[in-house]
């Protein structure tokens, strides 16, 4: 018998650690070559952790939520062999494999790490698999932040496996809450959980972001009327190529032409060594919700891009960051950011900066509004616009300004096409 150990492999360029968010095994499980046995997080990205050998699970490197260095041992696998080597596989990025995909009729000649292998049929030395869904480890851990049982779906994967498309249409009908109050009686379960993956790194930057940057917020009420007609207008006559438009590639063009004349507000803040960067290019980072929490994904170069293009970027990266695959350079970078929950936007809110941004800008709901126009009351569309920005670098006074250059071009659109 021999002993065989795992590293933990490097996941990307320039990073020196993974956080551990799932084992797919347990000491004294077998596990065979190929099988995915551990993902890790880092950059919002998680990876997938194959074996390059066949034995037995005799030591795991750490508990989930732990970080681990890269090289570090991993995982050491008991072989029938007398090898004693050390391996650093290749790691596989999570993503879900599609309804139409096969498995191989054989195994190619490079062995290619699969996203979740299905077990294989049921054996005495591998009855501990029995009756454990079929998931990779990224819908696994987006099944528990859901709160999901894997074991209350079927999948419509190879082999019955469950995919992310399962979990959210399982979502979707609303099978994922919680059961109703079944009369008066009392409760006193307390349910501890501790944070991992995204989760733990959403909480780690809101908590840089609102201990480092005091923050002031300011709400102006923005009557887009003119915007929503010109919208539903260029929607009507766009071509079978072009995207849908909301308003945020309006705003996108608007934040763009307002940060041009105050440099300041499109920029980035290092506290520790006291110097303020200013970015030429914009930059803007779009605040979206994903199954597994909130993502930044990042439209680069606002600047010398049109409303349709803003719009189709705005949409490939949306959907990236949902289904998981969004790059870490698709992640990172970002010189401004626009926070909106669409129709759940609310009347007001108080957003919280991107650090090491110092602005961010907030979309709240359209709302028709009784408006008087000196007159009568005439029904009028209304949205309101609730920015932060860091008080360190932008005064009131600016933070003013910059908000009611966005009114002045989300009200009179056109200027919103004028160059110069």
């Known amino acids: 018998m021999g002993e065989f150990t795992i590293k933990m492999p490097d996941v990307g360029e320039g990073v020196a650690e993974a956080e551990l968010v799932e084992w797919l095994v347990k000491i004294g499980d077998p596990v065979r070559e190929d099988m995915t046995v551990a993902a890790v997080m880092t950059d919002k990205a998680t990876v997938e952790i194959p074996t390059p050998v066949s034995g037995t699970v005799i030591w795991l490197g750490g508990e989930i939520g732990d970080t681990i260095a890269v090289r570090a041992p991993l995982i050491r696998i008991e072989t029938e062999g007398g090898s004693n080597e050390i391996a650093i596989p290749e790691p596989v990025k999570a993503e879900s494999p599609k ?141 079978a190529d072009q995207p849908k438009l909301t308003l945020l590639p309006f705003l996108m063009r608007a934040m763009v032409k307002a940060v041009t004349e105050q440099p300041d507000i499109n920029a980035t803040f290092d506290d520790d060594a006291g110097v303020l960067t200013r970015s030429g290019a914009v930059h803007i980072g779009i605040a979206t919700q994903t199954p597994s929490g909130l993502s930044v994904p990042v439209v680069r170069h606002a600047e010398a891009r049109s409303i349709w293009d803003c719009a189709a970027e705005m949409a490939r990266l949306a959907e990236a960051a949902r289904s998981g695959t969004a790059t870490r350079d698709e992640l990172t970078g970002s010189t401004i950011t626009i926070s909106s929950l669409g129709a759940l936007g609310g009347i007001v809110s108080t957003p919280v900066i991107n650090h090491p941004e110092v602005a961010i800008v907030g979309v709240n709901k359209i709302a028709t509004r009784p408006i008087w126009d000196g007159v009568q009351f005439v029904p009028r569309k209304m949205m309101n616009l609730s920015s932060s920005f860091d008080h360190r670098i932008i005064d009131g006074f600016d933070a003013a300004t910059f908000v009611q250059r966005l009114r002045t071009l989300l009200e009179t659109p056109a200027l919103i096409f004028i160059e110069g």
């Open 99 to 239: 309804p139409e995909q096969a498995e191989p009729a054989e195994k190619p000649a490079k062995p290619v790490a699969p996203v979740a292998s299905p077990a294989p049929p049921p054996s005495p030395q591998r009855s501990s698999e029995i009756g454990k869904p079929l998931a990779a480890p990224s819908v696994r851990l987006l099944a528990r932040d859901s709160g999901i049982d894997l074991r209350q779906l079927s999948g419509t994967g190879p082999a019955g496996r469950i995919l992310r498309e399962d979990v959210e249409q399982f979502l979707a009908r609303g099978k994922g809450a919680p059961s109703p109050l079944q009369g008066f009686a009392r409760k006193t379960s307390i349910e501890e959980i501790k944070l991992t993956g995204l989760r733990r790194r959403i909480a780690e930057k809101m908590t840089l972001s609102t201990s480092r940057i005091p923050h002031i917020t300011y709400v102006e009420e923005v009557d887009v009327t003119a915007l929503e007609e010109l919208r539903a207008t260029m929607n009507n006559a766009r071509k």
